[in-house]
């Protein structure tokens, strides 16, 4: 019954001339409204603006690491006698990461029960601390940037057909990278 009722006042609605200028300047002004909001909506487009710029240059920052740590090692594994000259390959396990700064509340409330008996009921609330920017912007307050964790080495240099070099190429990637040997990889090159 009451989509009847509808029917029968959208019908009345489009019969009746009044009616329909009255949806149609409705409509006109809902579109209007929606258009006007996007212009005062405009702040937050350029916070979502700079976090996806913020993760571009974290991006072009993981790499610019990963090939820095190539040269490096590239330059150690060189200097291993018998080695030659060698080809490395770094990939990264996970992009480098902000770490903020955190306040935990404590509380303890006691309890008594019906025997007479008291307990503790202990909470902890973690949470962020939170600064505002000149702009009056808030941002939780960052402390320290970890460095991307290394996934794996490949190594090849003419010299790894040496059992005895290979185990010293493996050695010094391992030791300058803080990963296992069964993350790293040392070939003879062809």
Same mark, same amino acid.
């Given at each position: 019954?009451?989509?009847?009722?509808?029917?029968?006042?959208?019908?009345?609605?489009?019969?009746?001339?009044?009616?329909?200028?009255?949806?149609?300047?409705?409509?006109?002004?809902?579109?209007?409204?929606?258009?006007?909001?996007?212009?005062?909506?405009?702040?937050?487009?350029?916070?979502?603006?700079?976090?996806? +710029?913020?993760?571009?240059? +974290? +991006?072009?920052?993981?790499?610019?690491?990963?090939?820095?740590?190539?040269?490096?090692?590239?330059?150690?594994?060189?200097?291993?006698?018998?080695?030659?000259?060698?080809?490395?390959?770094?990939?990264?396990?996970?992009?480098?990461?902000?770490? @903020?700064?955190?306040?935990?509340?404590?509380?303890? *409330?006691? *309890?008594?029960?019906?025997?007479?008996?008291?307990?503790?009921?202990? +909470?902890?609330?973690?949470? @962020?601390?939170?600064?505002?920017?000149?702009?009056?912007?808030?941002?939780?307050?960052?402390?320290?940037?970890?460095?991307?964790?290394?996934?794996?080495?490949?190594?090849?240099?003419?010299?790894?057909?040496?059992?005895?070099?290979?185990?010293?190429?493996?050695?010094?990637?391992?030791?300058?990278?803080?990963?296992?040997?069964?993350?790293?990889?040392?070939?003879?090159?062809?």
């Amino acid at each position: 019954m009451d989509e009847e009722k509808k029917e029968g006042i959208l019908q009345k609605l489009a019969e009746n001339g009044t009616g329909r200028k009255a949806v149609i300047t409705v409509g006109i002004i809902g579109i209007a409204l929606i258009f006007l909001s996007s212009f005062f909506s405009g702040g937050n487009r350029t916070g979502k603006s700079t976090s996806s +710029s913020s993760t571009a240059a +974290s +991006s072009e920052n993981d790499e610019s690491y990963a090939r820095q740590l190539e040269q490096e090692l590239t330059a150690a594994i060189s200097g291993i006698k018998g080695a030659g000259t060698p080809h490395v390959l770094v990939t990264l396990e996970q992009s480098s990461a902000q770490v @903020y700064a955190q306040q935990e509340k404590h509380a303890t *409330q006691k *309890q008594n029960g019906s025997s007479g008996t008291g307990q503790d009921a202990d +909470s902890t609330e973690t949470g @962020y601390i939170i600064v505002k920017d000149a702009d009056g912007n808030e941002h939780a307050l960052p402390v320290t940037r970890q460095q991307p964790k290394v996934q794996g080495v490949v190594v090849t240099c003419p010299g790894a057909e040496n059992p005895d070099v290979q185990q010293a190429v493996l050695n010094a990637v391992s030791a300058a990278t803080g990963i296992s040997s069964a993350r790293i990889c040392v070939a003879p090159s062809a």
